[in-house]
C-alpha cells in the first residue's frame, strides 16, 4: 500500500528556513518521479516542484525558484523539499505527490507558517 508521510513543517520568520521530509513506501521509490504541492488557505493547490526518479532533472514554479531545492535520498526512500528565503506567501499546508500508474497518491501535508 502506497503511504506518503511528510514532515517537517512548523512556524518560521521571514527569511528563514525550514525542510521537509516525505517518507515512502509501498512502492519502488527509486523508479518513481515526487512532486511537492503547496495549498494556501481558500487558495487551490499548486506545483512547487518535481524531481526524477534518478533526481538528475528538477523543475520549479518561478515563485519558488532559487529559493527553495528537492532532493532525494533513494536509499532512505525520502524526497526533501529545502525552503530558504521564506516569505509571508509561502504559508500553506505542503504535500508530496506520486504518480502510480494512472492514480495520484498524496500525503497528509504538513503545514508552513511563514511568520514574524
Known amino acids: 500500500q502506497v503511504q506518503l508521510v511528510e514532515s517537517g513543517g512548523g512556524l518560521v520568520q521571514p527569511g528563514g528556513s525550514l525542510r521537509l521530509s516525505c517518507a515512502a513506501v509501498?512502492?519502488?521509490?527509486?523508479?518513481?518521479?515526487m512532486s511537492w504541492y503547496r495549498q494556501a488557505l481558500g487558495k487551490e493547490r499548486e506545483l512547487v516542484g518535481s524531481i526524477s526518479s534518478t533526481g538528475s532533472s528538477k523543475n520549479y514554479a518561478d515563485s519558488v525558484k532559487g529559493r527553495f531545492t528537492i532532493s532525494r535520498d533513494n536509499a532512505k526512500n525520502t524526497v526533501y523539499l529545502q525552503m530558504d528565503s521564506l516569505e509571508p506567501e509561502d504559508t500553506a499546508t505542503y504535500y508530496c505527490?506520486?504518480?502510480?500508474?494512472?492514480?495520484?497518491?498524496w500525503g497528509q501535508g504538513t503545514q508552513v507558517t511563514v511568520s514574524s
Open positions: 509501498g512502492f519502488t521509490f527509486s523508479g518513481a518521479s
Open positions: 505527490k506520486t504518480l502510480r500508474g494512472f492514480r495520484s497518491y
